[in-house]
């Protein structure tokens, strides 16, 4: 059963381990902010810098593991129709809107949606890491310069993880602008059991 997450807002589930998660872009161009914990401790969670050293590459795709700060496989990407994600940059934030933006005011961010979902699990924001950013599109330079371009992801691609253990998920449609070619639109996910 496909379910919706509306745009600029965010989720949270278990996932057990075996399960396969679907995560799909419905209409094209819209970035999705995972953040993984084990259910059973949530001290431990997805840790980008692990990911990116064990795998050795920086955008990962089908067949690479996204890993915990424990040094522990939680999932593994086992089908990628789009190819591209980031695991470089931290979910938009009040600040990143503040001080990338020079936003005034209120703003929906994927910090506040996936900490607000995740509360429920006991998980606080403090212990929300970075981010595996599902179809975003960050370009690096020669130099080292990064920057945010549209996502190249189509209506309809979508990327399959399998769990590799017992977790709670975060889930995002995200809500920064240059994330996501200046639109909002929502994501979709299911659960599949083996």
Same mark, same amino acid.
Not at 5 to 23: C, H
Not at 118 to 140: S, Y
């Given at each position: 059963?496909?379910?919706?997450?509306?745009?600029?807002?965010?989720?949270?589930?278990?996932?057990?381990?075996?399960?396969?998660?679907?995560?799909?872009?419905?209409?094209?161009?819209?970035?999705?902010?995972?953040?993984?914990?084990?259910?059973?401790?949530?001290?431990?969670?997805?840790?980008? *810098?692990?990911?990116?050293?064990?795998?050795?590459?920086?955008?990962?795709?089908? *067949?690479?593991?996204?890993?915990?700060?424990?040094?522990?496989?939680?999932?593994?990407?086992?089908?990628? $129709?789009?190819?591209?994600?980031?695991?470089?940059?931290?979910?938009?934030?009040?600040?990143?809107?503040?001080?990338?933006?020079?936003?005034?005011?209120?703003?929906?961010?994927?910090?506040?949606?996936?900490? $607000?979902?995740?509360?429920?699990?006991?998980?606080?924001?403090?212990?929300?890491?970075?981010?595996?950013?599902?179809?975003?599109?960050?370009?690096?330079?020669?130099?080292?310069?990064?920057?945010?371009?549209?996502?190249?992801?189509?209506? *309809?691609?979508?990327?399959?993880?399998?769990?590799?253990?017992?977790?709670?998920? *975060?889930? $995002?449609?995200?809500?920064?602008?240059?994330?996501?070619?200046?639109?909002?639109?929502?994501?979709?996910?299911?659960?599949? $059991?083996?």
């Amino acid at each position: 059963m496909t379910k919706k997450i509306p745009e600029q807002s965010g989720t949270a589930f278990q996932l057990k381990k075996g399960e396969y998660l679907k995560v799909i872009d419905p209409k094209g161009q819209q970035v999705s902010d995972m953040v993984l914990f084990n259910a059973n401790d949530p001290r431990e969670k997805l840790s980008s *810098g692990k990911s990116l050293d064990f795998e050795e590459n920086i955008f990962l795709t089908t *067949g690479n593991q996204l890993w915990s700060n424990r040094s522990q496989p939680m999932m593994k990407i086992v089908e990628d $129709t789009n190819g591209r994600n980031d695991f470089l940059l931290a979910p938009c934030s009040p600040e990143t809107f503040e001080i990338m933006y020079e936003y005034e005011g209120y703003h929906p961010s994927c910090f506040e949606n996936l900490y $607000t979902n995740l509360a429920p699990f006991g998980i606080e924001p403090d212990q929300i890491p970075n981010a595996f950013n599902i179809f975003m599109n960050v370009q690096v330079k020669e130099d080292g310069k990064i920057s945010v371009e549209p996502p190249l992801s189509k209506a *309809g691609d979508y990327i399959l993880f399998e769990a590799q253990m017992d977790l709670i998920v *975060g889930l $995002t449609a995200c809500s920064a602008e240059d994330s996501n070619g200046g639109t909002f639109k929502p994501i979709h996910f299911e659960i599949i $059991t083996a």
